[in-house]
Structure formats: C-alpha cells, structure tokens
C-alpha cells in the first residue's frame, strides 16, 4: 500500500481548465458546430494552450458538453487570462452562448494534471 510520501513522487505535468454547459437536445448539433468553430479554435491559438478536448453527452431533452483545456503551469494564469479576462475563474462566454446554455454562468474548474500516462 502507498504511504503519504509518495505523494511528492507526482508534479503537476499541466492545468486542465473543465467547462460544462447544457443546451436543448433539438440545438446540439447547431451549438457542437458553433462551440467547436467560436470557442475551441480559438483556445487552440491562444499562447500557453497544450491542447483541447470537446466533448457530448446526449440525454433525454439535453446535452451536455464539455471543453477541457490544457496548460503549461508555469504560464496558466496569464494564459487563461488572455481570452477568460481578468477572473480566471469565472466562465468565459462566447458571442451567443447565452441564446444557447441552459446555465450560461457555470464556472470552469482547474486541476492539475500529475498523470498523463
């Protein structure tokens, strides 16, 4: 069994900054496309980014989407900063995420990655 001491056996490789938004199941395919064109490709070009992930989870009336970021840690919050402004904690809403999001003010949470094995 590990000890406490393994522990200091991990650093943190990156930040993942996690978004969640839900919209209406009949503009999911409309919204995928928009998030996709408007928000992903524009974090993939922001300096500092390591990557991005998108993805879907279909319910019965919604779906649920997902952006996960990745950053350098050293340079996170400066980066973040760049297209969040100067809360980096709080959501970062595109043009028309407001006509879309079931819960448009849902804020991002940030964890460090220590495994990406």
Do not use: C
């Not at 995928?32 to 408007?38: D, G, R």
């Not at 950053?71 to 100067?86: E, H, N, T, V």
Request: aromatic share 12%; glycine share 8%; proline share 3%.
């Amino acid at each position: 069994m590990a000890g406490h001491g393994d522990a200091a056996k991990f650093s943190t490789k990156k930040i993942a900054r996690i978004w969640k938004g839900r919209v209406k199941l009949a503009v999911a395919d409309e919204y995928a496309a928009y998030l996709y064109e408007s928000g992903v490709r524009h974090l993939k070009s922001v300096e500092g980014n390591l990557g991005v992930q998108m993805f879907r989870k279909s319910e019965q009336e919604t779906a649920e989407f997902m952006v996960v970021s990745y950053w350098d840690p050293g340079k996170a919050q400066d980066a973040i900063r760049k297209f969040a402004g100067a809360s980096a904690g709080k959501a970062w809403l595109l043009k028309k995420d407001r006509e879309y999001l079931l819960d448009p003010d849902r804020a991002p949470e940030h964890y460090e990655l220590l495994s990406d094995d």
